[in-house]
């Protein structure tokens, strides 16, 4: 297969991002993370941290659940409207270009096209808590704990708007530990795909 | 990295041994999968066939576990048995010499190690229904159940064993998705890592 669009989850910190970015510029075509929030931003009218916050994370449990702003507008929550925005401009991207995607369910809004590599980056948490220190200076005192609960709250969001479990190897075409393999090598071995 | 020993995972059908094989070829280095079976016959006393079964293969829930010969002694099931037998055999192969080892939790039974590449190799129902069928020459009315049942199985052994997510792609270095990518193609990407 040589993929037209190339769709890329990824565990917080594992340097999907980056090697998506790479990917991108060695194929010579856009990649797609947070324009996506972008231009949801401007037609939908929800603030971009706000759809940072609530187009890829889930609420954990009730108590999650209860103290979250959920507001519903017609039995649709902001939550699922804000899905509906990134469906539609997902399936928007694809159709207009070759491409690469960053999380958002991409892999799953995308399943129906024969085009696509699913591709799923993740790493150890030592690299991971090295990286959102040192590349995106988090001043963390504890930032494994927050990695599992990012984690966590990843993949509630991914299982319920995909009934699929996230990180399982049989959702993807290729899964890569980013930490074991380094970050360039990945995008390598993609590149060719 | 450049691995010394090389584990591959894989779904029943999916090409893992195939790719195992392939893989040993091009390094030059010999690919444990039937082998263990063998010397472990040898050494414990119990029949291939038995070891093929109740070396990776675990009961489905209490009336498979209930209907199963399984037979104590001193505390220690035939399936304890086997698996301490495996585990031996795996760590000393992995101490002797660089190889390819095929299923059997050796990516558990290794995972001290710094020098193991941990690959798992999966595939859709559809490919591995006709390589059931066409390269083992089974005879099955209903391929996909078996194969079902056949994967069910062997999650089952992989927790009960490891504690861990059989197929989870975060226990392993790479993943593949051997329909999407090709069984050769799966071989050449391997070999290099």
């Not at 991108?24 to 009218?45: F, H, N, T």
């Not at 449990?61 to 509906?84: A, K, P, V």
């Not at 995308?110 to 948490?125: C, P």
């Not at 509630?156 to 290729?174: C, E, L, P, S, V």
Request: aromatic share 10%; proline share 1%.
């Amino acid at each position: 297969m040589r993929s037209r669009i190339v769709t890329i989850g990824r565990e917080f910190g594992s340097g999907g991002r980056t090697i998506g970015r790479l990917l991108a510029q060695k194929r010579g075509i856009p990649c797609y993370d947070r324009e996506i929030i972008e231009e949801i931003s401007e037609k939908s009218g929800f603030a971009g941290k706000y759809i940072e916050e609530n187009g890829e994370y889930g609420q954990l449990g009730l108590i999650g659940s209860l103290f979250t702003n959920r507001f519903y507008y017609q039995g649709q929550s902001n939550e699922d409207i804000i899905w509906m925005y990134q469906r539609e401009l997902i399936l928007e991207l694809a159709e207009r270009e070759s491409c690469v995607i960053v999380g958002r369910c991409a892999d799953y809004i995308l399943r129906e096209r024969e085009d696509v590599l699913r591709v799923f980056i993740h790493a150890d948490l030592d690299f991971r808590s090295r990286r959102i220190v040192d590349v995106y200076g988090e001043r963390e005192a504890a930032p494994q704990q927050r990695l599992k609960e990012k984690d966590r709250r990843r993949a509630a969001y991914y299982q319920f708007y995909t009934d699929m479990k996230w990180g399982d190897a049989r959702n993807y075409h290729i899964c890569l530990d980013a930490s074991a393999l380094g970050i360039e090598r990945c995008a390598e071995l993609l590149s060719g795909l």
